[in-house]
Protein backbone atom coordinates (compact mmCIF):
# COMPACT_ATOMS: atom_id res chain seq x y z
CA UNK A 1 0.00 0.00 0.00
CA UNK A 2 1.26 3.47 -0.96
CA UNK A 3 2.02 6.02 2.11
CA UNK A 4 -0.30 8.69 2.12
CA UNK A 5 2.32 11.34 1.06
CA UNK A 6 2.29 9.33 -1.90
CA UNK A 7 -0.88 9.35 -2.95
CA UNK A 8 -1.80 12.85 -2.21
CA UNK A 9 0.72 13.54 -4.51
CA UNK A 10 0.17 11.58 -7.32
CA UNK A 11 -4.14 12.57 -7.25
CA UNK A 12 -2.19 16.24 -6.80
CA UNK A 13 -0.40 15.61 -10.41
CA UNK A 14 -3.11 13.10 -11.97
CA UNK A 15 -4.75 15.82 -14.67
CA UNK A 16 -7.97 14.47 -16.86
CA UNK A 17 -7.99 16.13 -19.85
CA UNK A 18 -11.06 18.83 -20.46
CA UNK A 19 -10.80 19.61 -24.09
CA UNK A 20 -11.01 16.85 -26.66
CA UNK A 21 -7.57 16.11 -28.20
CA UNK A 22 -8.20 17.71 -31.03
CA UNK A 23 -4.55 18.33 -33.39
CA UNK A 24 -3.19 21.69 -32.96
CA UNK A 25 0.27 20.77 -34.52
CA UNK A 26 0.36 22.42 -38.20
CA UNK A 27 1.40 19.70 -40.00
CA UNK A 28 -0.34 18.04 -42.85
CA UNK A 29 -3.19 15.33 -42.12
CA UNK A 30 -2.37 14.84 -46.04
CA UNK A 31 1.42 13.93 -45.75
CA UNK A 32 0.93 12.47 -49.49
CA UNK A 33 -1.03 15.39 -50.95
CA UNK A 34 1.42 17.82 -49.38
CA UNK A 35 4.54 15.96 -50.63
CA UNK A 36 2.72 16.81 -54.06
CA UNK A 37 2.09 20.46 -54.26
CA UNK A 38 5.71 20.74 -52.73
CA UNK A 39 7.36 19.39 -55.31
CA UNK A 40 4.80 21.05 -58.04
CA UNK A 41 5.97 24.48 -55.89
CA UNK A 42 9.42 23.42 -56.45
CA UNK A 43 9.33 22.27 -60.11
CA UNK A 44 6.94 25.88 -60.53
CA UNK A 45 10.14 27.75 -59.29
CA UNK A 46 13.01 26.41 -61.56
CA UNK A 47 10.12 26.25 -64.51
CA UNK A 48 10.12 30.08 -64.11
CA UNK A 49 14.29 30.13 -63.97
CA UNK A 50 14.85 27.62 -66.87
CA UNK A 51 12.94 30.14 -68.97
CA UNK A 52 13.78 33.23 -67.32
CA UNK A 53 15.17 34.63 -70.60
CA UNK A 54 12.08 34.49 -72.36
CA UNK A 55 10.34 36.90 -69.77
CA UNK A 56 10.05 40.38 -69.44
CA UNK A 57 13.24 41.65 -67.39
CA UNK A 58 10.79 43.25 -64.92
CA UNK A 59 6.64 44.15 -65.07
CA UNK A 60 4.98 46.76 -62.99
CA UNK A 61 2.33 45.39 -60.61
CA UNK A 62 -1.11 45.62 -61.92
CA UNK A 63 -3.94 47.57 -60.27
CA UNK A 64 -6.25 44.27 -59.00
CA UNK A 65 -2.75 42.45 -57.83
CA UNK A 66 -2.02 45.44 -55.52
CA UNK A 67 -5.61 44.68 -54.46
CA UNK A 68 -5.19 41.26 -53.79
CA UNK A 69 -1.72 41.69 -51.81
CA UNK A 70 -4.41 44.75 -49.20
CA UNK A 71 -6.98 41.75 -48.18
CA UNK A 72 -6.77 40.93 -44.44
CA UNK A 73 -5.83 38.49 -42.49
CA UNK A 74 -7.57 35.09 -43.77
CA UNK A 75 -9.45 34.06 -40.28
CA UNK A 76 -9.36 30.45 -41.90
CA UNK A 77 -6.68 28.83 -43.81
CA UNK A 78 -6.90 28.55 -47.11
CA UNK A 79 -4.62 25.52 -47.64
CA UNK A 80 -1.41 25.36 -49.41
CA UNK A 81 -2.71 24.52 -53.46
CA UNK A 82 -4.35 27.76 -53.34
CA UNK A 83 -1.50 29.69 -51.26
CA UNK A 84 0.93 28.31 -54.72
CA UNK A 85 -1.72 29.43 -56.77
CA UNK A 86 -1.50 32.45 -55.43
CA UNK A 87 2.06 32.82 -55.25
CA UNK A 88 2.14 31.91 -59.20
CA UNK A 89 -0.89 35.02 -60.27
CA UNK A 90 -0.06 37.52 -57.78
CA UNK A 91 3.64 37.49 -56.82
CA UNK A 92 6.06 35.30 -59.02
CA UNK A 93 5.22 37.06 -61.74
CA UNK A 94 6.07 40.67 -60.26
CA UNK A 95 9.26 40.43 -58.51
CA UNK A 96 12.10 43.03 -59.03
CA UNK A 97 13.24 40.83 -62.02
CA UNK A 98 17.28 40.67 -60.89
CA UNK A 99 17.73 37.05 -61.45
CA UNK A 100 17.53 38.15 -65.21
CA UNK A 101 20.19 38.55 -67.79
CA UNK A 102 19.20 42.15 -68.69
CA UNK A 103 18.28 42.93 -65.11
CA UNK A 104 21.83 45.58 -64.93
CA UNK A 105 20.14 48.04 -62.46
CA UNK A 106 21.79 49.25 -59.18
CA UNK A 107 23.99 46.31 -57.99
CA UNK A 108 21.71 42.91 -57.34
CA UNK A 109 23.18 39.44 -57.21
CA UNK A 110 21.04 36.67 -59.73
CA UNK A 111 20.81 34.61 -57.38
CA UNK A 112 21.50 30.29 -58.14
CA UNK A 113 19.70 27.27 -58.47
CA UNK A 114 21.95 25.56 -55.75
CA UNK A 115 21.45 28.48 -53.18
CA UNK A 116 17.50 28.05 -53.70
CA UNK A 117 17.99 24.70 -52.46
CA UNK A 118 20.23 25.21 -49.63
CA UNK A 119 17.15 27.81 -48.42
CA UNK A 120 14.52 25.25 -48.61
CA UNK A 121 16.09 22.98 -46.47
CA UNK A 122 17.95 25.15 -43.83
CA UNK A 123 14.16 26.17 -43.41
CA UNK A 124 13.58 22.66 -43.21
CA UNK A 125 16.00 22.61 -40.81
CA UNK A 126 15.04 25.99 -38.52
CA UNK A 127 17.89 25.53 -37.01
CA UNK A 128 18.82 28.78 -34.60
CA UNK A 129 22.02 29.72 -34.81
CA UNK A 130 22.48 32.33 -31.93
CA UNK A 131 24.41 29.54 -29.98
CA UNK A 132 24.91 26.08 -28.28
CA UNK A 133 26.36 23.12 -30.34
CA UNK A 134 25.69 21.86 -33.61
CA UNK A 135 26.38 21.44 -37.00
CA UNK A 136 24.30 24.72 -38.06
CA UNK A 137 27.47 26.58 -36.96
CA UNK A 138 30.07 24.61 -37.61
CA UNK A 139 28.72 25.28 -41.70
CA UNK A 140 28.88 29.09 -40.74
CA UNK A 141 32.07 29.07 -38.92
CA UNK A 142 33.42 27.28 -42.07
CA UNK A 143 32.57 29.79 -44.11
CA UNK A 144 33.61 32.48 -42.54
CA UNK A 145 37.29 30.40 -42.13
CA UNK A 146 37.04 29.77 -46.00
CA UNK A 147 36.34 34.12 -46.63
CA UNK A 148 39.23 34.79 -44.24
CA UNK A 149 41.27 32.81 -45.82
CA UNK A 150 40.61 33.73 -49.34
CA UNK A 151 41.02 37.45 -48.32
CA UNK A 152 44.29 36.43 -46.85
CA UNK A 153 43.20 37.34 -42.84
CA UNK A 154 44.39 35.18 -40.22
CA UNK A 155 43.26 32.13 -39.44
CA UNK A 156 42.02 33.32 -36.23
CA UNK A 157 39.81 35.33 -37.92
CA UNK A 158 36.17 35.61 -36.81
CA UNK A 159 32.55 36.81 -38.36
CA UNK A 160 28.85 36.87 -38.78
CA UNK A 161 26.86 36.41 -41.64
CA UNK A 162 24.56 39.14 -41.55
CA UNK A 163 21.33 40.47 -43.38
CA UNK A 164 23.92 42.87 -45.89
CA UNK A 165 26.70 45.24 -45.55
CA UNK A 166 24.64 47.92 -44.05
CA UNK A 167 24.49 45.44 -41.19
CA UNK A 168 27.95 44.72 -41.25
CA UNK A 169 29.06 48.03 -41.75
CA UNK A 170 27.34 48.80 -38.67
CA UNK A 171 28.93 46.29 -36.62
CA UNK A 172 32.41 47.37 -38.20
CA UNK A 173 31.77 50.65 -36.65
CA UNK A 174 30.61 49.63 -32.89
CA UNK A 175 33.58 47.27 -32.56
CA UNK A 176 35.91 50.35 -33.41
CA UNK A 177 33.69 52.61 -31.47
CA UNK A 178 34.44 50.04 -28.74
CA UNK A 179 38.20 49.69 -29.55
CA UNK A 180 38.59 53.15 -29.19
CA UNK A 181 36.91 53.95 -25.93
CA UNK A 182 36.98 50.37 -24.25
CA UNK A 183 34.47 49.20 -21.78
CA UNK A 184 33.21 52.19 -20.65
CA UNK A 185 31.45 53.23 -23.76
CA UNK A 186 28.84 50.29 -23.16
CA UNK A 187 27.98 51.71 -20.00
CA UNK A 188 28.21 55.37 -19.76
CA UNK A 189 28.06 56.07 -24.04
CA UNK A 190 30.02 58.34 -25.88
CA UNK A 191 30.41 61.01 -23.41
CA UNK A 192 32.67 63.86 -23.85
CA UNK A 193 34.59 61.68 -26.65
CA UNK A 194 35.29 63.27 -30.18
CA UNK A 195 35.84 60.55 -32.12
CA UNK A 196 36.21 61.08 -36.00
CA UNK A 197 36.04 59.08 -38.89
CA UNK A 198 37.35 58.88 -42.59
CA UNK A 199 35.85 57.93 -45.45
CA UNK A 200 35.74 59.03 -49.09
CA UNK A 201 33.15 61.33 -51.07
CA UNK A 202 31.89 58.15 -52.80
CA UNK A 203 31.41 55.84 -49.64
CA UNK A 204 28.28 53.96 -49.65
CA UNK A 205 25.17 56.17 -48.09
CA UNK A 206 24.78 53.30 -45.25
CA UNK A 207 28.22 54.64 -43.60
CA UNK A 208 27.10 57.95 -42.58
CA UNK A 209 23.92 55.51 -41.25
CA UNK A 210 26.06 53.60 -39.82
CA UNK A 211 27.38 56.81 -37.66
CA UNK A 212 24.30 58.33 -37.07
CA UNK A 213 23.11 54.70 -35.40
CA UNK A 214 25.92 54.33 -33.74
CA UNK A 215 25.54 57.60 -31.69
CA UNK A 216 28.71 59.09 -33.54
CA UNK A 217 26.36 61.55 -35.76
CA UNK A 218 26.94 61.75 -39.57
CA UNK A 219 29.28 64.93 -38.68
CA UNK A 220 32.14 62.73 -37.23
CA UNK A 221 32.46 61.18 -40.32
CA UNK A 222 35.04 63.48 -42.93
CA UNK A 223 33.75 62.50 -46.48
CA UNK A 224 37.23 62.56 -47.99
CA UNK A 225 37.40 63.91 -51.91
CA UNK A 226 38.42 61.65 -54.17
CA UNK A 227 40.80 61.43 -57.51
CA UNK A 228 39.89 61.16 -61.26
CA UNK A 229 39.45 57.37 -61.05
CA UNK A 230 37.28 57.89 -58.20
CA UNK A 231 39.08 56.49 -55.15
CA UNK A 232 39.81 58.17 -51.93
CA UNK A 233 42.68 60.71 -52.17
CA UNK A 234 45.42 59.94 -49.89
CA UNK A 235 46.95 63.27 -49.14
CA UNK A 236 43.33 64.61 -48.75
CA UNK A 237 42.82 61.72 -46.32
CA UNK A 238 46.00 63.02 -44.38
CA UNK A 239 45.78 66.52 -44.48
CA UNK A 240 41.85 65.68 -42.64
CA UNK A 241 43.22 63.90 -39.84
CA UNK A 242 46.07 66.14 -38.91
CA UNK A 243 43.40 68.59 -39.32
CA UNK A 244 41.15 66.89 -36.99
CA UNK A 245 43.93 66.09 -34.43
CA UNK A 246 45.36 69.70 -34.34
CA UNK A 247 41.27 70.70 -32.75
CA UNK A 248 41.90 68.30 -30.32
CA UNK A 249 38.96 65.77 -32.01
CA UNK A 250 39.92 62.21 -31.66
CA UNK A 251 40.59 60.25 -35.30
CA UNK A 252 39.44 56.29 -34.83
CA UNK A 253 38.00 54.60 -37.77
CA UNK A 254 38.98 54.93 -41.29
CA UNK A 255 36.64 53.11 -43.70
CA UNK A 256 37.50 52.06 -47.22
CA UNK A 257 35.48 51.27 -50.18
CA UNK A 258 36.51 48.45 -52.55
CA UNK A 259 33.99 48.58 -55.11
CA UNK A 260 32.17 52.09 -54.99
CA UNK A 261 28.42 51.63 -55.31
CA UNK A 262 28.65 54.74 -58.33
CA UNK A 263 31.36 53.38 -60.61
CA UNK A 264 33.23 50.02 -58.79
CA UNK A 265 36.62 52.00 -57.61
CA UNK A 266 38.34 50.37 -55.46
CA UNK A 267 40.70 53.01 -53.01
CA UNK A 268 43.94 52.00 -52.48
CA UNK A 269 43.96 49.72 -49.96
CA UNK A 270 47.76 49.21 -48.86
CA UNK A 271 47.55 52.97 -49.25
CA UNK A 272 44.64 53.07 -46.88
CA UNK A 273 46.21 50.51 -44.32
CA UNK A 274 50.01 52.31 -43.97
CA UNK A 275 48.17 55.41 -43.37
CA UNK A 276 45.42 53.29 -40.33
CA UNK A 277 48.57 51.85 -38.88
CA UNK A 278 50.70 55.18 -38.50
CA UNK A 279 47.53 57.23 -37.53
CA UNK A 280 46.64 53.89 -35.29
CA UNK A 281 42.83 54.13 -37.09
CA UNK A 282 40.70 50.90 -37.04
CA UNK A 283 40.98 50.04 -40.84
CA UNK A 284 36.77 48.98 -42.00
CA UNK A 285 36.63 48.05 -45.24
CA UNK A 286 33.53 48.06 -47.37
CA UNK A 287 34.19 45.24 -50.01
CA UNK A 288 30.45 45.00 -50.42
CA UNK A 289 30.08 43.49 -53.66
CA UNK A 290 33.59 44.61 -55.13
CA UNK A 291 36.23 42.44 -52.06
CA UNK A 292 34.87 39.00 -54.33
CA UNK A 293 36.70 40.05 -57.10
CA UNK A 294 38.94 38.19 -54.71
CA UNK A 295 37.17 34.86 -56.52
CA UNK A 296 39.02 35.83 -60.07
CA UNK A 297 42.69 35.55 -59.86
CA UNK A 298 42.56 38.14 -63.01
CA UNK A 299 40.90 41.08 -60.34
CA UNK A 300 42.88 39.58 -57.30
CA UNK A 301 45.60 42.01 -57.69
CA UNK A 302 43.03 45.31 -57.52
CA UNK A 303 42.53 44.33 -53.94
CA UNK A 304 45.74 44.75 -52.74
CA UNK A 305 46.14 45.28 -49.02
CA UNK A 306 42.96 43.74 -48.14
CA UNK A 307 44.18 41.41 -45.90
CA UNK A 308 45.67 44.40 -43.52
CA UNK A 309 41.38 45.43 -42.48
CA UNK A 310 40.63 44.98 -39.21
CA UNK A 311 36.88 44.31 -40.18
CA UNK A 312 35.51 43.79 -43.37
CA UNK A 313 32.06 44.06 -44.24
CA UNK A 314 31.09 42.26 -47.88
CA UNK A 315 27.64 40.42 -49.44
CA UNK A 316 27.46 36.74 -50.82
CA UNK A 317 24.42 38.36 -52.12
CA UNK A 318 25.42 40.46 -54.82
CA UNK A 319 28.76 39.47 -56.95
CA UNK A 320 28.53 35.91 -54.92
CA UNK A 321 24.91 35.30 -56.52
CA UNK A 322 23.53 33.83 -52.96
CA UNK A 323 19.98 34.22 -52.93
CA UNK A 324 19.20 37.54 -50.66
CA UNK A 325 19.61 38.06 -48.17
CA UNK A 326 23.37 37.08 -47.16
CA UNK A 327 26.15 39.54 -46.00
CA UNK A 328 29.26 38.83 -44.38
CA UNK A 329 31.39 40.58 -41.45
CA UNK A 330 34.91 39.71 -40.90
CA UNK A 331 37.21 40.67 -37.51
CA UNK A 332 40.60 40.01 -37.73
CA UNK A 333 40.74 39.90 -33.86
CA UNK A 334 37.08 38.27 -32.56
CA UNK A 335 37.91 39.22 -29.38
CA UNK A 336 37.06 42.69 -30.67
CA UNK A 337 33.53 41.81 -31.81
CA UNK A 338 33.22 39.68 -28.13
CA UNK A 339 34.08 43.41 -26.60
CA UNK A 340 31.69 44.99 -28.31
CA UNK A 341 28.72 42.75 -28.52
CA UNK A 342 28.67 40.67 -25.59
CA UNK A 343 26.90 40.56 -22.47
CA UNK A 344 28.68 41.24 -19.22
CA UNK A 345 27.85 37.74 -18.23
CA UNK A 346 28.47 36.06 -21.52
CA UNK A 347 31.39 33.63 -19.86
CA UNK A 348 28.75 32.46 -17.70
CA UNK A 349 26.82 29.92 -20.03
CA UNK A 350 29.91 28.48 -21.75
CA UNK A 351 29.45 24.98 -20.75
CA UNK A 352 32.17 21.94 -22.09
CA UNK A 353 29.76 19.53 -22.77
CA UNK A 354 26.10 19.31 -24.03
CA UNK A 355 23.96 21.43 -26.33
CA UNK A 356 24.68 24.47 -23.97
CA UNK A 357 28.68 23.92 -25.43
CA UNK A 358 30.20 25.30 -28.69
CA UNK A 359 31.36 28.54 -27.18
CA UNK A 360 32.06 31.46 -28.59
CA UNK A 361 28.22 31.68 -29.76
CA UNK A 362 27.43 34.10 -32.54
CA UNK A 363 24.73 36.27 -30.29
CA UNK A 364 27.87 37.56 -28.00
CA UNK A 365 29.64 38.29 -31.32
CA UNK A 366 26.71 40.65 -33.18
CA UNK A 367 23.50 42.49 -32.17
CA UNK A 368 21.35 39.42 -32.62
CA UNK A 369 20.14 36.85 -30.18
CA UNK A 370 17.96 34.42 -32.90
CA UNK A 371 19.70 33.76 -35.93
CA UNK A 372 18.57 31.95 -39.02
CA UNK A 373 20.70 29.12 -41.03
CA UNK A 374 21.74 31.79 -43.74
CA UNK A 375 25.27 29.77 -43.74
CA UNK A 376 23.70 26.80 -45.73
CA UNK A 377 22.67 28.54 -48.89
CA UNK A 378 26.53 30.23 -48.66
CA UNK A 379 27.68 26.69 -48.20
CA UNK A 380 25.50 25.34 -50.86
CA UNK A 381 26.70 27.95 -53.49
CA UNK A 382 30.12 27.88 -52.61
CA UNK A 383 30.56 24.13 -52.41
CA UNK A 384 28.52 23.35 -55.67
CA UNK A 385 30.05 25.70 -57.76
CA UNK A 386 33.46 26.50 -56.10
CA UNK A 387 35.51 29.34 -55.79
CA UNK A 388 36.92 29.09 -59.61
CA UNK A 389 33.90 28.72 -61.17
CA UNK A 390 32.46 31.95 -59.34
CA UNK A 391 35.59 33.62 -60.38
CA UNK A 392 34.78 33.02 -63.77
CA UNK A 393 31.44 34.46 -63.97
CA UNK A 394 32.61 37.72 -62.06
CA UNK A 395 35.94 38.07 -64.07
CA UNK A 396 33.20 37.60 -67.28
CA UNK A 397 31.00 40.61 -66.11
CA UNK A 398 34.46 42.76 -65.81
CA UNK A 399 34.31 41.58 -69.47
CA UNK A 400 31.36 42.06 -70.72
CA UNK A 401 31.37 45.74 -69.35
CA UNK A 402 34.27 46.50 -71.37
CA UNK A 403 32.40 45.16 -74.30
CA UNK A 404 29.96 47.44 -73.16
CA UNK A 405 32.41 50.74 -72.61
CA UNK A 406 33.80 49.97 -76.13
CA UNK A 407 30.45 49.98 -77.78
CA UNK A 408 29.31 52.91 -76.23
CA UNK A 409 32.59 54.76 -77.35
CA UNK A 410 31.95 53.53 -81.01
CA UNK A 411 28.49 55.10 -80.88
CA UNK A 412 28.59 58.58 -81.87
CA UNK A 413 25.09 59.23 -80.29
CA UNK A 414 26.60 57.45 -77.11
CA UNK A 415 28.83 59.21 -74.43
CA UNK A 416 30.58 57.19 -71.50
CA UNK A 417 30.91 59.40 -68.30
CA UNK A 418 33.27 57.27 -66.29
CA UNK A 419 36.00 54.68 -66.61
CA UNK A 420 35.11 51.20 -65.80
CA UNK A 421 37.41 50.13 -63.23
CA UNK A 422 35.27 46.38 -62.48
CA UNK A 423 31.75 45.78 -64.11
CA UNK A 424 30.22 49.13 -64.27
CA UNK A 425 29.02 51.61 -66.69
CA UNK A 426 27.85 54.77 -67.03
CA UNK A 427 26.92 56.54 -70.06
CA UNK A 428 24.12 58.20 -72.20
CA UNK A 429 22.60 59.58 -74.73
CA UNK A 430 23.90 62.54 -76.02
CA UNK A 431 20.45 64.74 -76.30
CA UNK A 432 21.00 68.86 -77.33
CA UNK A 433 18.43 69.48 -74.52
CA UNK A 434 17.09 68.32 -71.34
CA UNK A 435 19.86 65.30 -71.31
CA UNK A 436 18.63 64.59 -67.88
CA UNK A 437 15.55 63.82 -67.89
CA UNK A 438 15.50 62.66 -71.34
CA UNK A 439 17.84 59.83 -70.54
CA UNK A 440 15.56 59.15 -67.33
CA UNK A 441 12.52 58.57 -69.02
CA UNK A 442 14.77 56.58 -71.31
CA UNK A 443 15.49 54.08 -68.91
CA UNK A 444 12.26 54.08 -67.23
CA UNK A 445 10.88 52.80 -70.88
CA UNK A 446 13.31 50.11 -71.04
CA UNK A 447 12.28 48.91 -67.72
CA UNK A 448 8.16 49.24 -68.39
CA UNK A 449 8.87 47.77 -71.82
CA UNK A 450 10.75 44.84 -70.01
CA UNK A 451 13.98 44.78 -72.28
CA UNK A 452 16.36 45.58 -70.06
CA UNK A 453 16.89 47.06 -66.54
CA UNK A 454 19.85 49.61 -65.83
CA UNK A 455 19.55 51.99 -63.13
CA UNK A 456 20.48 56.09 -63.12
CA UNK A 457 23.16 57.65 -61.36
CA UNK A 458 24.63 61.01 -61.31
CA UNK A 459 28.05 61.35 -62.37
CA UNK A 460 29.82 64.61 -62.68
CA UNK A 461 26.62 66.75 -61.89
CA UNK A 462 24.73 64.89 -64.82
CA UNK A 463 22.62 62.16 -64.92
CA UNK A 464 23.79 58.65 -65.86
CA UNK A 465 22.53 55.91 -67.49
CA UNK A 466 24.20 53.06 -65.16
CA UNK A 467 24.67 49.08 -66.25
CA UNK A 468 26.04 47.29 -63.28
CA UNK A 469 27.00 43.71 -65.01
CA UNK A 470 26.59 41.28 -61.13
CA UNK A 471 23.83 38.55 -62.95
CA UNK A 472 26.10 35.22 -63.90
CA UNK A 473 23.21 34.94 -66.44
CA UNK A 474 24.21 37.94 -68.76
CA UNK A 475 25.76 37.63 -71.97
CA UNK A 476 27.41 39.41 -74.88
CA UNK A 477 24.02 39.12 -76.58
CA UNK A 478 22.08 40.81 -73.38
CA UNK A 479 24.64 43.47 -73.53
CA UNK A 480 23.51 44.15 -77.28
CA UNK A 481 20.18 44.61 -77.05
CA UNK A 482 21.22 46.96 -74.06
CA UNK A 483 22.63 49.29 -76.27
CA UNK A 484 19.96 48.51 -79.24
CA UNK A 485 17.53 49.34 -77.17
CA UNK A 486 19.04 52.97 -75.86
CA UNK A 487 19.91 53.74 -79.40
CA UNK A 488 16.21 53.19 -80.18
CA UNK A 489 14.51 54.85 -77.54
CA UNK A 490 17.30 57.83 -77.61
CA UNK A 491 16.16 58.42 -80.86
CA UNK A 492 12.55 58.42 -80.09
CA UNK A 493 13.26 61.08 -77.43
CA UNK A 494 15.60 62.99 -79.59
CA UNK A 495 12.50 63.32 -82.03
CA UNK A 496 10.09 64.35 -78.94
CA UNK A 497 9.33 67.36 -77.40
CA UNK A 498 7.93 66.47 -74.41
CA UNK A 499 9.39 64.82 -72.13
CA UNK A 500 7.08 63.48 -68.87
CA UNK A 501 8.87 60.95 -66.89
CA UNK A 502 11.30 63.11 -64.97
CA UNK A 503 12.71 62.46 -62.50
CA UNK A 504 11.74 58.49 -62.34
CA UNK A 505 14.84 57.12 -60.52
CA UNK A 506 17.73 58.90 -59.61
C1 LIG B 1 25.26 47.36 -51.80
C2 LIG B 1 26.28 48.12 -51.06
C3 LIG B 1 26.14 48.35 -49.69
C4 LIG B 1 24.92 47.94 -48.91
O1 LIG B 1 24.83 46.55 -48.87
P1 LIG B 1 23.45 45.84 -48.54
O2 LIG B 1 23.75 44.40 -48.68
O3 LIG B 1 22.47 46.33 -49.57
O4 LIG B 1 23.04 46.24 -47.18
C5 LIG B 1 27.16 49.01 -49.04
N1 LIG B 1 28.26 49.41 -49.70
C6 LIG B 1 28.42 49.23 -51.02
C7 LIG B 1 29.67 49.69 -51.68
C8 LIG B 1 27.43 48.56 -51.75
O5 LIG B 1 27.60 48.33 -53.07
Known sequence: MPDQTETARASEFAWTPSLPDAPTDLDPEDWDGFRAAAHRALDGILDH???????????????????ALTAPLPEEGEGIDAVLDQFDRLIRPYATGNPHPRFMGWVHGGGTVAG???EMLAAGLNANLGGRDHAPILVERQVVAWMAALFGLPEQTGGLLVTGTSIANLIGVLIARRAALGEAVRRRGLGTARLVAYTSAAAHGCIPRAMDMAGLGTDALRLVPTDLAGRISLPALRAAIAADRASGAAPFLLVGTAGTVDIGAIDDLAGLAAIARRERLWLHIDGAFGALAAFAPSLRGKLEGIEAADSLAFDFHKWGQVPYDAGCILVRDPRHAEAAFAAPAAYLRREERGLAGGAPWPCDLGPDLSRG????????????????????????????AQELAVRVDAEPELDLLAPVALNIVCFRYRFETDADARNAALVADLQEEGIAAPST???????????????????????????????AAGRRYRDASVVSAWPRSA
Open 116 to 118: LVG
Open 373 to 400: FRALKVWFTLKTYGAAQLGRAIAHSCAL
Open 457 to 487: TTIGGVLAIRAAIVNHRTRGADIAALVDAVL
Open 49 to 67: LETLRDQPVWQPTPAPVRA
